[in-house]
């Protein structure tokens, strides 16, 4: 996934707010655990989330999950947040986070999070 950093999104030091980088890094998280559920899932947890420098308004942030771990109902998921600068073409790694999401049926309770067939290889 994609963004840009507009103006609204950042502090009075022009830099992305923490709270909207934890958003995209949750959007993210959610739309790699659906893909390799095919379910409907929800946040649980985030175990970690460190940041390393500051995302300035203007630059692209990119953001890289990888389904790490999947237990009966939970899926666990780790988010790279990068920036890059648009004019120089430099990326570097901004953040990193691991989530828990976890399938759901209807009712919102905890379901099976990959049934049998259900896989990324088919």
């Not at 929800?42 to 999950?65: H, N, Y």
């Not at 049926?105 to 067939?117: F, K, N, T, V, Y």
Request: glycine share 10%.
């Amino acid at each position: 996934m994609v963004e840009m950093v507009f103006p609204e999104q950042t502090s009075h030091y022009g830099s992305l707010y923490g709270g909207n980088a934890l958003a995209a890094m949750g959007k993210a998280a959610f739309v790699a655990a659906t893909r390799h559920s095919r379910k409907s899932v929800v946040l649980a947890g985030s175990r970690r989330t460190d940041f390393r420098s500051q995302i300035q308004k203007g630059e692209l942030i990119e953001l890289a999950p990888r389904v790490t771990a999947t237990g009966r109902s939970s899926i666990t998921v780790e988010v790279g947040l990068w920036a890059e600068n648009l004019r120089s073409g430099l990326r570097r790694l901004c953040g990193h986070g691991e989530f828990t999401m976890v399938a759901v049926d209807e009712q919102h309770r905890p379901m099976a999070a990959l049934s049998i067939g259900n896989s990324l290889d088919g």
